[in-house]
């Protein structure tokens, strides 16, 4: 089955830390760029960072820059988000998302999402 | 940074009818734009890509069109399971991604 299931959402304190995963399977994985996208309570989507399908070109939104950290596992088909210095604006729930391309030059449009995993930042 | 508008923010219509939501950027993007709908409980699920092309298994009624700034997604004779909120996407600039704040389409 194609698909792309998260995990390691909580709750966390403010300038506490979480690492997200994203698991894959059913597609060829390192064919794909891959990101997070992260939808507070009654918002739209937002994105929050992508990598490339080798992990060559990695970016991330001015929001999060320096705070979180996207990487890959090709080997393991799987996708990461390190978040650290987590503030109460980063509640949300936080959907893995794969790209329709590789992602080296360009972004392309999400064509498989997770079922998301929700991160809650509060003392 | 590239602002997204879309418009209406939300919208009534009824079962058959005929509906047109409207996505505006701050600037040209060409055809880095695509559309998403949402239901409740659900993640986004990419219905146009490239600003007009039709993904994969979703429904000729819903079509798109435009390029540069200013881009819309018609959606003809509604049906039930269309009654969701409906989302612009660009993945032209810097933030290399960003979203529109999404169109609530409701049951008349």
């Known amino acids: 089955e194609v698909q792309l299931v998260e995990s390691g959402g909580g709750l966390v304190q403010p300038g506490g830390s979480l690492r997200l995963s994203c698991a894959a399977s059913?597609?060829?994985?390192?064919?794909?760029?891959m990101h997070w996208v992260r939808q507070a309570p009654g918002k739209g989507p937002e994105w929050v960072a992508g990598i490339s399908w080798g992990s060559t070109r990695v970016e991330y939104a001015d929001s999060v820059k320096g705070r979180f950290t996207i990487s890959r596992d090709n080997g393991e088909n799987s996708l990461y988000l390190q978040m650290d210095s987590l503030r109460a604006e980063d509640t949300a729930l936080y959907y893995c998302?794969?790209?329709?391309?590789?992602?080296?030059?360009?972004?392309?449009?999400?064509?498989?999402w997770g079922q998301g995993t929700l991160v809650t930042v509060s003392s | 940074d590239i602002q997204m508008t879309q418009s209406p923010s939300s919208l009534s219509a009824s079962v058959g009818d005929l509906v047109t939501i409207t996505c505006r950027t701050s600037?040209?993007?060409?055809?880095?734009l695509n559309w998403y709908q949402q239901k409740p409980g659900k993640a986004p699920n990419v219905l146009i890509y490239?600003?007009?092309r039709l993904q994969t298994g979703v429904p000729s009624r819903f079509s798109a069109r435009g390029s540069g700034t200013t881009f819309t997604l018609t959606i003809s004779d509604l049906q039930p399971e269309d009654f969701a909120t409906y989302y612009c996407?660009?993945?032209?600039?810097?933030?290399?991604?960003?979203f529109g704040q999404g169109t609530k389409l409701e049951i008349k």
């Open positions: 059913g597609f060829t994985f390192d064919d794909h760029a």
């Open positions: 998302a794969k790209d329709r391309w590789g992602g080296n030059s360009h972004w392309s449009y999400f064509d498989l």
């Open positions: 600037q040209n993007i060409g055809s880095y």
């Open positions: 490239d600003a007009s």
């Open positions: 996407h660009q993945t032209y600039g810097n933030p290399t991604n960003s």
